[in-house]
């Protein structure tokens, strides 16, 4: 029988990676810069190369070990170079304060904190739209639905994706908030995993300590 790695993922977690802890990156680590090729890099490898100068960015085969639902949807501006939150003004009336107008509607938007947990560490990601929508199979629109009509219902699509496998290219950048310093990591992109490019790449980085 096949069994599927959301399934065993659910069996590993269980058993041990529960019982990590989430590791909230400092801002004291050093290293070298990123770029958009966004190599594979574990988590731990990463946090050595996030400095204040520049953003690292970095790809990482990880398993989505937790979904956050509180405020992971927002009623946001219709139009398409804003997407601020808006303002219920009345049953028809929403108002912008970056555009200064009100509008008869609104879209909803995602933006998803997740748990990523790879060999070396579990990590808390923001997950905006597309990217969640990527996640969760569904469209934002679809979502806010559910959430208005079935609140059961939409309990379920925001759960549906745990201990699922993804490919995420990752930005960690450091944000400073009254003299502390903190890494900030946000998914810039999103894929299903590339079995055959994975194994690959592995057995590769094997090949190199030989």
């Known amino acids: 029988a096949v069994v599927s790695t959301q399934s065993t993922g659910k069996g590993w977690y269980m058993q041990e990676g529960k019982n990590q802890d989430v590791k909230q990156m400092s801002g004291s680590q050093s290293g070298g810069g990123g770029s958009m090729e966004a190599a594979m890099k574990t988590f731990e ?55 200064n107008r009100s509008y008869p509607n609104f879209e909803y938007r995602l933006m998803v904190n997740v748990k990523l ?30 959430k208005e009509t079935d609140e059961e219902a939409f309990e379920r699509a925001m759960d549906e994706p745990t201990f699922g496998k993804f490919t995420v290219k990752i930005r960690g950048k450091i944000d ?35």
Not at 120 to 125: A, L, N, R
Not at 128 to 135: H, M, V
């Open 45 to 99: 490898e990463a946090k050595a190369c996030i400095t204040e100068v520049k953003p690292e960015y970095f790809s990482n085969t990880c398993m989505l070990t937790f979904i956050k639902k509180d405020n992971s949807m927002y009623k946001a501006c219709p139009s398409s170079d804003c997407n601020k939150k808006v303002v219920q003004e009345s049953e028809t009336e929403y108002r912008c304060e970056k555009c």
């Open 117 to 146: 947990a790879d060999a070396t560490g579990v990590e808390w990601v923001t997950v905006f739209q597309e990217n969640a929508e990527k996640i969760l199979g569904k469209t934002s629109s679809e979502l806010g639905q559910l």
């Open 176 to 210: 400073t908030w009254n003299d502390e310093s903190r890494v900030r990591l946000s998914a810039v992109h999103v894929e299903q995993p590339d079995t055959v490019k994975e194994c690959d790449r592995l057995f590769k980085e094997i090949e190199s300590f030989a």
